[in-house]
């Protein structure tokens, strides 16, 4: 099972931004799409962000599109997911995944261990 870490998180207020990280090895970083979802309290996990192995196309919900942009480096095998504009209904768990060949959309093969992003109104 590779292992993802992430970082970033934190509490902001209405309209700022933060810039979630997601590190990962080589041999993960190389051969998965990469991805974020989230879970907000009483809520189901869901599909936030996600790109292609070769980050040649990415993938948004609705709701962040325009706000959000995920991408990665691959000198480093990090992810990046900026957030702009947040608002208080993006305060959730974010989770980093990755899916072998494949960008993490419906369904991820490893998840890193969650960071809580909180926006205050």
């Known amino acids: 099972q590779a292992q993802l870490v992430e970082s970033g998180g934190g509490l902001v207020q209405a309209g700022g931004s933060l810039r979630l990280s997601c590190q990962t090895s080589?041999?993960?970083?190389?051969?998965?799409?990469m991805g974020w979802f989230r879970q907000a309290p009483g809520k189901e996990r869901e599909f936030v962000a996600a790109?292609?192995?070769?980050?040649?196309?990415?993938f948004y919900a609705d709701s962040v599109k325009g706000r959000f942009t995920i991408s990665r480096d691959l000198t480093t095998y990090t992810v990046y997911l900026q957030m702009n504009n947040l608002k208080p209904e993006d305060t959730a768990i974010y989770y980093c995944?990755?899916?072998?060949?494949?960008?993490?959309?419906?369904?991820?093969?490893?998840w890193g261990q969650g960071t809580q992003v909180t926006v205050s109104s």
């Open positions: 995944a990755a899916r072998r060949l494949a960008p993490p959309r419906e369904r991820a093969d490893d």
């Open positions: 080589g041999r993960t970083f190389i051969t998965s799409g």
């Open positions: 790109i292609t192995l070769n980050g040649d196309t990415t």
